[in-house]
């Protein structure tokens, strides 16, 4: 019954996942979902400015903290292996919640392109952000990613294959393709507002930090081979600028 409920588990907080990760697309967007990143009561400058950094801030720390081996070591006694995931992904999903929730909105435009062929190739490079995420999500085993692979494996009493190192798809241009999606789809817009725009710049802020302590946990995993990954293909954009 213990493997049948985390196995119940995972599946819910993979299904919660898909349900907040298509409300980020219409959050950032700004369609077909109840409140957007424009929508809402704007406030004070300051009291908006801060509330929404503190909530990029949440984001971040629990993404941050909840990753590093070492927090998994020590979670891990607390919830079972197989769960440990999938619980990951609840908390990722309660933060965006929170996030939508209590965003307030800064409506002054940065710019504004609707309308205009430029504001269409804005959004166009913005589809292909998101492309990119669930591409690259793919390519480096999805399931396992959100949880679902373990809970399943802890239901079929089997312990998940270590993972190898493999170089696929859109990662023999890029280490982190990923975090790049991510930056295209929330930069790329046609109406800029202040609000997007500090959006947009502190999940940038974020993205670095995480991807400095990400890059050093992949070095202990993967060594010599990691680091002639390194050696070879650019962090983020596809391109490696020699001497």
Known sequence: MGRALILLYGIACYLGFLAVFLYLIGFVW??????????????????SLLIDLALVALFGVQHSVMARPGFKRMWTAIVPKPAERSTFVLFANLCLVALYCWWRPLPEAVWDLRGELA?????????????????????????????LKQALYGFLGRELPHARFVVRGPYHLSRHPLMLGFLLAFWATPWMTVGHLLFAAAMTVYIRIALHYEERDLLDVHGADYEEYQRRISMLLPLRLRR
């Open 30 to 47: 700004g369609v077909a979902v109840p409140k957007a990143i424009n929508d809402g009561h704007a406030g004070g400058f300051a009291s």
């Open 119 to 147: 504001g269409d190739l804005l959004l166009g490079a913005s589809a292909f952000g998101w492309l990119l995420v669930l591409v690259s999500t793919f390519v480096i085993d999805h399931f396992a990613l959100f949880g």
